[in-house]
């Protein structure tokens, strides 16, 4: 099964949530031999026609500028301290002295639950929201 471009944009984004400073494509995508030929082929980046996917596309014009640019550089610099996943809105705990609350504005089920990822550097701290 290929993952949808959704799940691989919730994969990469936990990935960096929890600190990851690398990324990689084959935990979602890996060659095969399809219809019982003997053409291996590698499914969710590019087809059996050896045409690029919209998984391909979103590496190339989301994930890869995204962290070639100034978001990407921060991640570089910061390290990772603590996470807070699974947390069901509204929050109204103190996580530290800059995050009081996080609050839903959201209309399904599906917006009710982040994971929140805190980070530091010498002279500023940074947290991620991810919603589930």
Do not use: W
Not at 47 to 55: G, I, K, P
Not at 59 to 88: C, D, E, M, V, W
Not at 99 to 108: A, E, H, P, Q, T
């Amino acid at each position: 099964m290929v993952p949808s471009g959704t799940q691989i944009n919730y994969h990469v984004n936990l990935g960096l949530l929890y600190g990851a400073k690398e990324l990689r494509c084959d935990p979602f995508f890996s060659s095969f031999r399809c219809n019982d030929s003997r053409k291996p082929s590698t499914t969710g980046l590019i087809n059996n026609n050896e045409d690029t996917t919209t998984n391909y596309n979103l590496f190339r014009y989301t994930i890869i500028p995204r962290l070639n640019g100034s978001y990407g550089k921060t991640l570089k610099r910061i390290h990772q301290t603590t996470q807070a996943p699974g947390q069901l809105l509204p929050i109204q705990a103190v996580y530290n002295q800059y995050l009081k609350y996080v609050l839903n504005d959201g209309d399904s089920p599906s917006d009710d639950y982040v994971d929140i990822g805190f980070f530091e550097r010498s002279d500023e701290d940074y947290f991620m929201i991810l919603p589930r």
